[in-house]
């Protein structure tokens, strides 16, 4: 089901991109703003620098006691980014528990802060593009946290599929974007039900589920209510710097809801089930 506000949207996503009515020019930062930039930017690099640092340690004697499971370093990176995201001066919820057994996460996209905000609410290991591989500083982050890169070549599907089935048989809980784009964060547009075909395939562990995951931004008082949603073709730089910059963060709210059974669905039905569960918290 979408709403009237997500029909009107939905003919401005070109080429994978949400578009929709283009954003406020994002402030500049004042003489405070700039102090907060630096103090916090330091910080969070700094807690960065030293989850790296001391995550490949722990993630050699990992790989020598539980091969390619992560039972010590998932839970590192998820403290990691609760700690940024302290840092930044956000107020960050969770609601609901992660679940238990095989499975995967979907989850609406609505800025770059959702990896932190995902990664804080549980360990999970985030499905990108090949192209973020390249990305300098990121690929970085993303090789560390053991992100999942997808490449669309349809030479590559048949390995790709393989790695995924044995990285849930792992207990990897990977997180998907089925909108297949970011937002303005004030919105959930519908999910591609393309995506969940994946979570057919009979290799994959009996029991499967899908967690939908909602993740809501509010912004501080007198901003924009689309403050945080970093979309289109928005720059990084000037979005990161705003943020950075706000004397008082806004609040962020995790709902993890209930699994969605694999088991007796289609995929249209199971991407219709999980985006109503988005839709359901993102709206609370």
């Known amino acids: 089901m979408t709403s009237p506000r997500d029909a009107e949207d939905r003919p401005t996503r070109r080429a994978g991109t949400w578009r929709g009515k283009p954003p406020l020019a994002a402030p500049r930062p004042s003489p405070l703003g700039w102090v907060l930039v630096l103090l916090r930017g330091s910080a969070v690099l700094s807690v960065l620098l030293a989850g790296v640092l001391l995550i490949l340690p722990l993630r050699a004697a990992e790989c020598l006691a539980a091969g390619r499971r992560r039972p010590v370093t998932g839970p590192w990176v998820q403290g990691v980014c609760r700690l940024c995201l302290w840092c930044l001066g956000f107020r960050w ?22 990896i932190f905000a995902l990664n804080a609410a549980a360990p999970v290991f985030f499905v990108s593009k090949a192209e973020v591989a390249g990305w300098p500083g990121i690929n970085i982050l993303t090789r560390v946290t053991d992100t999942h890169f997808v490449t669309r070549d349809p030479r590559l599907a048949r390995a790709q599929a393989a790695e995924f089935t044995e990285r849930t048989a792992l207990g990897h809980r990977l997180l998907f974007f089925p909108e297949g784009t970011s937002t303005d964060g ?18 994959l562990p009996n029991g499967l589920a899908i967690q939908p995951v909602s993740v809501r931004y509010e912004a501080p008082p007198g901003r924009d209510p689309r403050f945080y949603g970093w979309w289109g073709d928005m720059d990084l730089a ?28 289609d995929r249209k039905s199971l991407a219709a089930e999980a985006e109503q569960a988005v839709r359901t918290g993102f709206g609370a």
């Open 186 to 203: 004030r919105r959930v547009l519908p999910f591609k039900p393309t995506l969940f075909q994946a979570f057919f395939d009979p290799a």
């Open 93 to 114: 919820r969770r609601l609901g528990q992660p679940m238990k057994g095989p499975g995967a996460i979907v989850a609406n996209h609505s800025s770059w802060l959702d």
């Open 238 to 265: 000037p979005h990161l710097l705003a943020v950075l910059a706000e004397p008082r963060q806004g609040r962020i709210t995790v709902t993890l809801h209930p699994p969605v059974p694999v088991a007796g669905r």
